[in-house]
Nanobody, 119 residues
Framework: QVQLVESVGGLVQPGGSLRLSCAASGSIFSIYVMGWYRQAPGKQRELVAAITSGGSTNYADSVKGRFTISRDNAKNTVYVQMNSLKPEDTAVYYC?????????????WGQGTQVTVSS
């Protein structure tokens, strides 16, 4: 029915930048919120940033001032621009969406993409 497809992450040096995208497709009536979570090995998954269809945003304290989340509602796509990357940003990044499909509200997750920050 609904799928979230993420762009490829990669290896970047400390201080570098990377942009991730996530496109939702399928039978979508309304997207309430889209965002990004990340998980390092052996650690809990944590919220990085989220944005509502109306444009309200929320960021983890650790990324404020460095990451920017945005969306293109016409394309059902969310982006996160990650600047001034630090080694502690290394994680698998997962796209998330809470949306109304055919008569039901559900949470959907992307496949995850590895972001490694290292020199």
């Amino acid at each position: 029915q609904v799928q979230l497809v993420e762009s490829v992450g990669g290896l970047v040096q400390p201080g570098g930048s990377l942009r991730l995208s996530c496109a939702a497709s399928g039978s979508i009536f309304s997207i309430y919120v889209m965002g990004w979570y990340r998980q390092a090995p052996g650690k809990q998954r944590e919220l990085v940033a989220a944005i509502t269809s109306g444009g309200s945003t929320n960021y983890a304290d650790s990324v404020k001032g460095r990451f920017t989340i945005s969306r293109d509602n016409a394309k059902n796509t969310v982006y996160v621009q990650m600047n001034s990357l630090k080694p502690e940003d290394t994680a698998v990044y997962y796209c998330h969406a809470r949306l109304l499909s055919v008569g039901v509200i559900n949470d959907y997750w992307g496949q995850g993409t590895q972001v490694t920050v290292s020199s």
